[in-house]
């Protein structure tokens, strides 16, 4: 088992060093899928959006039938106690998280009074913005009528785990992942944006995905720029055919792709301004 780097956990009242086992077998969001989380950033003094990533957890709560034992003022409060448990140099990875301890009816559903809720912190270095490899996988996103995509939800991402043990088997780092239309949804770890004759497109959410806190960063910085930012549908033919392409998520931030199938690209003037505005923004 790889060593943990750097953790604090928050829960019940108590600052936890390291791994705490705070969850056993009959651990409802362990063995029934009832976790919810959200991920924001902490790098170079800044934490991007925190706010937005506090409230969003408090929607996904509600949306899995948990319910949101915490405000989010307090877990803004309980993130800055956090952030002096550690160097204030290297980036860290900031994750709220709630879940039920125990099941109603028949076990299945989350019994909303067993909601707990812990705040896990820990040293993640952001990676260079060296560029990944994608292609498209079989796999594909959900409706909120056969899952809750309207939640960043834990039971969620599994799928997106078989995309990319799918892409990596063919040597690719990525898998692009469409929706039950056969249009493009977003990368199995991150929202997609391409760029073609100077405009930029990024798929329309259409409740196949999240609609990310970065993306929508991104995109009004673009905007506000100058640029043109189409939402729209995007078949996969067009990805293949793009100028550039880029992601946006909160782990790599925006990052470009310099490979699509065998089509080999390189980091482009639209990547390179929408980084630079997001650094730029992130650092005002």
Not at 68 to 77: C, D, F, N, P
Not at 84 to 112: C, H, N, Q, R
Not at 264 to 274: F, K, M, N, S, W
């Amino acid at each position: 088992m790889a060593e943990l780097s750097k953790t604090w956990t928050w829960i019940e009242g108590k600052w936890l060093e390291g791994n705490p086992g705070i969850v056993g077998p009959r651990t409802h969001g362990l063995w029934l899928g009832s976790c919810v989380f959200d991920g924001a950033r902490a790098f170079e003094g800044v934490t991007p959006d925190l706010d937005r990533h506090c409230a969003r957890v408090q929607n996904s709560a509600g949306a899995l039938g948990l319910n949101a034992i915490m405000q989010t003022g307090e877990i803004l409060e309980l993130v800055q106690e956090g952030l002096a448990k550690f160097d204030g140099a290297t980036p860290l990875y900031i994750k709220p998280m709630y879940w039920a301890e125990e099941g109603g009816y028949v076990s299945v559903p989350p019994l909303a009074e067993s909601t707990r809720f812990c705040l896990t912190m820990y040293e993640a270095p952001m990676p260079e913005p060296t560029g990944f490899s994608v292609t498209k996988c079989s796999f594909r996103r959900p409706t909120i009528e056969t899952a809750p995509v309207n939640a960043k939800a834990a039971c969620l991402y599994p799928n997106s785990g078989r995309a990319l043990r799918e892409v990596q088997a063919k040597g690719f780092d990525n898998a692009v992942v469409l929706d039950s239309l056969a249009n493009v949804a977003e990368l199995a770890t991150a929202n997609l944006f391409m760029a073609k004759d100077g405009e930029v497109h990024t798929p329309v959410p259409n409740g196949t995905f999240l609609n990310g806190i970065t993306r929508q960063r991104v995109i009004a910085l673009l905007r506000a720029d100058g640029h043109t930012v189409h939402e729209r549908a995007i078949t996969y033919e067009e990805l293949r055919q793009a100028d550039e392409l880029f992601s946006t998520g909160n782990y790599l931030k925006v990052s470009p792709i310099n490979r699509i199938d065998e089509r080999d690209l390189q980091p482009g003037p639209v990547y390179a301004r929408a980084r630079q505005l997001y650094w730029d923004w992130a650092h005002s």
